[in-house]
């Protein structure tokens, strides 16, 4: 079955430390993936997205993620976090090879930042 | 936000009882779809829409149904509500650029 794996549960950070919030997912074809945002008592928010050339993407609020093809990973990265960055991260991946359900976006669970000013 | 609301934005139920939320959009995409989001599991699929009366189930699509007699209205269905439905529910629509965009969240609680 496909799946994403987002390793780090939850992270603390102080303001200003660099931020790397991992995801690696399960399948070979070609895909879609994307970063969404959650901030407390809110939807999810696009955070940014990849869906071919160059493989590392910017997203908005400072948010950039590097697709590795051959380590099937998509991690998130931050310079500096700020305060305001605390939320729940979540990676999702689509395989564009399939369609109906199989074709749908996949989550992983989801990384709790939280970070301390 | 892509034009999506939800209604309700809270609930409380009893264990048993019917339950239906509604998910409305104004820009006329195709694609809707509900999860559920609980502490651990991230967000899990329940049931998608592809079009006008077209639906099919996601991966937690036990104890649910779905309906889309319109394009912009698409209806979640606990048909008796349990305690394990306690959640929240989030509908999504996906736009032609393959970009999902979710609604505001209903917030259920089975007691």
């Known amino acids: 079955a496909q799946s994403v794996s987002q390793h780090n549960h939850h992270v603390i950070l102080s303001e200003a430390a660099s931020l790397e919030l991992g995801c690696n997912y399960s399948?070979?074809?070609?895909?879609?993936l994307f970063w969404y945002v959650q901030y407390p008592g809110q939807h999810l928010q696009l955070l940014l997205k990849?869906?071919?050339?160059?493989?590392l993407v910017k997203g908005i609020k400072g948010f950039e993620a590097e697709f590795i093809k051959s380590k099937f990973s998509f991690n998130l990265r931050k310079p500096s976090v700020q305060w305001s960055d605390t939320a729940e991260y979540f990676c999702?991946?689509?395989?564009?090879?399939?369609?109906?359900?199989?074709?749908?976006?996949?989550f992983g669970k989801g990384t709790k930042l939280s970070v301390k000013p | 936000d892509a034009g999506i609301t939800q209604s309700p934005r809270h609930k409380v139920t009893e264990t048993g009882t019917p339950v239906t939320l509604r998910c409305h959009q104004t820009e006329n995409h195709r694609y809707m779809y509900w999860y559920r989001q609980d502490p651990g599991h991230g967000l899990r699929l329940i049931h998608y829409s592809y079009g006008v009366k077209d639906t099919d189930k996601g991966e937690v699509s036990d104890g649910y149904s779905v309906s889309r007699s319109k394009t912009e209205d698409f209806l979640l269905t606990l048909e008796s509500a349990t305690s394990s439905q306690t959640s929240v529910y989030f509908c999504?629509?996906?736009?032609?650029?393959?970009?999902?965009?979710f609604g505001p969240g209903t917030r259920l609680t089975v007691t």
């Open positions: 999702a991946v689509r395989n564009v090879n399939y369609g109906g359900s199989q074709g749908n976006l996949i």
């Open positions: 399948y070979g074809g070609t895909v879609n």
């Open positions: 990849y869906f071919s050339g160059d493989p």
């Open positions: 999504a629509i996906t736009t032609g650029a393959y970009e999902q965009y």
